[in-house]
């Protein structure tokens, strides 16, 4: 039994980024991303307990939006209101609650926001959006910031090179490693893709260092407080650095990993959750240098993430090699 499709709405600012320095051919891509969404990203569907949900939103304004903003360089961020089909087939203990549509919609944009990142980082903004809520409560942002993303990809200069992936491939191989809605990862990948997903609802905390490691440490299938070796190691395999480039990643993953045990350990001066860098100078260089750090290793996670994609990977084994060594004649 099909009940009557619930309306919903996703509500939120949205727009091509305003930067003081706006780069046209990103800005291209991220038109043509929205303008290309496969079938498997413009809805999901979901299973729970004998229901099946389907949730549709419709993207057309937000693309009729997007491809303005591009044509007049008009990028003032423009709240909206989307439409959010909710189709529920049969019934269980929970379908009859007010907030039971909202959960699928809100998972489906988590699901849309990694995927479209991954495709295109910085593509999707969610920060400013919300899902429109009949319960008795108030609605809550979902927080999700593309700022990392966009600043991994718009740093081209600096290795590791992040590409435009097409979303067609990128929703096939995420509908293969998140086939649900589950709020508890089943798999190395999805660890890995929860780990991001509270990066992107921070706001350059020590904290993300911690879970960027983890996302790592989950990917790449080292031990629980194996040190950075093995983690460079796999990371070098998956992206295949030249010596210099080899050499800055030893220098950050270093850097990095020392940052993480400071923080874990006591070590980390800490900043006051006032941070305010006016009355106290030291502020801005602490935080700076978790943001910088924070950026450094996304771009590795996504670079390892793309690399995961393009070879159609959901998970993968390490392999130990040993070899006689012989005396040099």
Same mark, same amino acid.
């Given at each position: ?15 091509? +980024? ?16 929205? /303008? ?6 413009? #809805? ?10 389907? &949730? ?10 997007? /491809? ?38 809100? =998972? ?6 990694? %995927?479209? /990142?991954?495709? *295109? ?9 919300? &899902? ?6 108030? %609605?809550?942002?979902?927080?999700? #910031? ?8 718009? =740093? ?9 992936? +097409?979303?067609?491939?990128? #929703?096939? $191989? ?14 190395? &990948?999805?660890?890995?893709?929860? %780990? ?5 609802? =921070? ?57 993480? =045990? %400071? ?37 590795? *996670? ?10 159609? $990977? ?16």
């Amino acid at each position: 039994m099909t009940t009557q499709p619930k309306l919903r709405h996703v509500i939120g600012t949205f727009g091509l +980024n305003p930067y003081d320095d706006p780069d046209l051919e990103y800005d291209r891509l991220v038109v043509e991303l929205w /303008n290309s969404l496969p079938p498997l990203l413009l #809805s999901r569907e979901f299973l729970h307990d004998g229901c099946k949900i389907a &949730v549709a939103v419709d993207w057309a304004p937000l693309r009729r939006l997007l /491809n303005k903003q591009l044509r007049t360089w008009n990028r003032i961020p423009t709240k909206m209101r989307l439409s959010a089909q909710v189709a529920i087939t049969s019934r269980n203990e929970l379908s009859k609650r007010d907030w039971y549509p909202e959960f699928f919609v809100e =998972s489906y944009l988590y699901d849309l926001f990694i %995927a479209l /990142n991954l495709a *295109l980082p910085g593509a999707a903004d969610f920060f400013n959006v919300t &899902v429109e809520t009949l319960a008795p409560r108030q %609605a809550e942002r979902l927080d999700l #910031s593309a700022f990392y993303f966009e600043t991994a990809f718009r =740093s081209r200069h600096q290795w590791p090179t992040l590409r435009y992936i +097409n979303p067609e491939t990128v #929703s096939v $191989w995420f509908n293969r490693v998140r086939t649900g809605f589950g709020q508890v990862p089943d798999t190395p &990948v999805e660890r890995a893709l929860f %780990a991001m997903l509270h990066v992107c609802r =921070s706001s350059g905390r020590p904290e993300d260092i911690v879970w960027l490691f983890y996302a790592f440490e989950s990917l790449l299938q080292t031990r629980v407080g194996e040190n950075y070796s093995a983690l460079l190691e796999r990371v070098c395999l998956l992206l295949q650095p030249d010596g210099a480039q080899e050499r800055l990643l030893r220098k950050n993953m270093r850097a990095m990993y020392d940052y993480r =045990s %400071a923080f874990v350990h006591g070590g980390l001066k800490i900043i006051h959750p006032m941070h305010n860098e006016v009355m106290d100078k030291r502020v801005e260089e602490s935080y700076d240098k978790t943001v910088a750090l924070s950026q450094y290793a996304t771009k590795l *996670l996504l670079g390892c993430f793309q690399r995961y994609i393009h070879e159609d $990977w959901r998970e993968v084994r390490f392999r130990t090699a040993v070899e006689a060594a012989h005396d040099e004649v």
